[in-house]
């Protein structure tokens, strides 16, 4: 067992990042600790899939010295699905940033479940 975990260690890592992502996801309240755990969920899938794309003793796609053999490369669609991931994830970090920053605005607090008692107070109030 912990040969195969030593031996594996990038997905082992990958899924600490998950969890630690993930728990921190469900487990606070504040929305910057939220989005911090979100970031950290999508750095463990990023580490997930390209090391599940890397093959060792393979090189990059490029064609050097004539070799055209698919057995010498490695597959570069998982690269091109983490650089794609990497951008929305950047962006939704960015639109969820800006909504914080108006909810903070507007309630002077952070924490969701402050946010919801003052919504309903709010609506209560009209």
């Given amino acids: 067992m912990i040969q ?7 997905e082992a890592a990958a899924i600490i ?3 630690v992502g993930f728990s921190t996801l469900l487990f606070h309240r504040n929305l910057i600790k939220k989005l911090i755990g979100m970031n950290i969920m999508d750095t463990g899938t990023f ?4 090391s599940m794309g ?3 003793g ?15 490369y490695i597959n570069p669609v998982p690269a091109g699905l983490v650089l794609t991931g990497i951008v929305v994830s950047v962006s939704v970090t960015a639109i969820m940033l800006s909504l914080s920053v108006r909810l903070y605005k507007r309630y002077h607090t ?8 003052l919504s309903k107070h709010e609506k209560e109030d009209r």
Avoid at 4 to 10: D, G, I, K, Q, S
Avoid at 47 to 50: C, E, I
Avoid at 110 to 117: C, W
């Fill in 58 to 72: 393979r090189k990059a796609p490029i064609v050097e010295n004539g070799v055209r053999e698919v057995s010498a």
């Fill in 17 to 19: 990042l998950f969890a």
């Fill in 4 to 10: 195969h975990l030593l031996a594996n260690y990038e």
């Fill in 110 to 117: 952070l924490d969701l479940d402050d946010i919801y008692v």
């Fill in 54 to 56: 890397y093959i060792r």
């Fill in 47 to 50: 580490l997930l899939l390209a």
